[in-house]
């Protein structure tokens, strides 16, 4: 059995490997406006998505139009997610987790522009000379692009490695 004493010990030692060092006013300013960024981007994307709710629907269908925003938008959100994250490496290089990371978000992000403009490109369900319909694997297309673009931002992220012993 540990005694009163030791256990105060202990409990000051675990307080000092939680305290961590405030990021400097710059670093927080550019975390923020990223942070703003991204969120720009996701009104972007669900002005793509659903524009029924900002009363912009103006067709049934999810047409070109529509897509391309919501692209625009998923693009706009990778490019803040990705500025964000790499500020909270501070002075550190990324780790080679991080870096591949990276390389999961664009390449989630090809997959996502390919799936939704299949039949732009004349690889989808309704080719060019119709009219190209956002269609149920494309949405599929989309969700694996969005799901990789996920993996990539987790792995990007910095972790400190436990120092308790």
Aim: with cysteine; proline share 8%.
């Amino acid at each position: 059995m540990t005694s009163p004493k030791e256990k105060s010990t202990q409990s000051a030692k675990q307080m000092e490997i939680n305290i961590e060092i405030p990021l400097p006013p710059l670093q927080r300013a550019r975390i923020r406006f990223s942070l703003s960024v991204a969120f720009v981007g996701f009104v972007f994307f669900l002005v793509g998505a659903q524009p029924g709710w900002f009363f912009l629907d103006r067709s049934p269908v999810v047409g070109f139009v529509q897509i391309a925003v919501m692209l625009i938008g998923l693009a706009i959100m990778c490019l803040g997610g990705y500025v964000a994250i790499h500020a909270l490496w501070r002075k550190q290089t990324p780790s080679i987790p991080a870096d591949i990371g990276l390389r999961f978000v664009s390449t989630g992000y090809v997959v996502a522009v390919f799936s939704g403009m299949a039949d732009i490109f004349g690889i989808g369900s309704h080719p060019l000379p119709g009219v190209p319909l956002f269609g149920v694997w494309q949405a599929r297309g989309m969700e694996i692009g969005l799901a990789i673009i996920a993996i990539g931002f987790v792995m990007m992220f910095p972790f400190r490695p436990s120092t308790k012993k």
